[in-house]
């Protein structure tokens, strides 16, 4: 029992000696700065961010309108990359029903994704660079796929879209008052 007696009381004068060390300082009275306090470093020249937060760019931009598909895309690497990520929400063809958003299965999804081709298409609604920041950052429920391809990638797939049925952009008509 004397040995235990003993042993507490070194081991309780060590716990006394660590509270005057400095790592002991309570969190409220350290000094600190809020990760929104100071600007960010930018990224070093020819790296990718992750997230793409760094990219200019928002589908919602005046300057989106303006963006076309470049003339240098290839139409089988879109069809490729379109198959990969596309399909298994937006269907082979471009028109639904495809099995990751099939709600006859349990109601997974209740907003199905929109259709790319056919009768009823939102392509022929969007201009190119609305689809490109669409696939690059996602919107509401679709993730983006900036994180696995680069921008070329990213407009070859929107130019595979346009070759879809029915996917041709149509302007909006100005109406004259």
């Not at 042993?7 to 060390?21: P, R, Y």
């Not at 997230?51 to 589908?59: E, I, M, T, V, Y």
Request: proline share 6%; with cysteine.
């Amino acid at each position: 029992m004397r040995k235990f007696i003993a042993a507490a009381l070194v081991f309780g004068s060590f716990s006394t000696l660590a509270w005057a060390f400095p790592w002991d300082t309570d969190m409220a009275d350290a000094v600190f700065k809020r990760a929104y306090a100071w600007e960010m470093a930018t990224l070093p020249e020819d790296t990718i961010s992750v997230n793409h937060a760094r990219l200019q760019g928002d589908r919602y931009a005046p300057e989106t309108a303006a963006m076309v598909i470049p003339e240098h895309v290839d139409l089988d690497e879109g069809k490729m990359l379109f198959d990969v990520y596309c399909t298994a929400c937006h269907g082979v063809d471009g028109k639904g029903k495809a099995p990751v958003t099939d709600n006859a299965s349990g109601r997974r999804y209740p907003i199905p994704p929109p259709v790319l081709s056919g009768t009823g298409n939102v392509t022929k609604a969007r201009n190119d660079g609305y689809l490109f920041f669409t696939v690059r950052d996602g919107s509401a429920i679709m993730p983006g796929y900036g994180y696995g391809m680069m921008d070329d990638d990213v407009w070859s797939l929107v130019a595979y879209m346009r070759t879809l049925d029915g996917a041709a952009y149509v302007a909006p008509v100005e109406v004259a008052e």
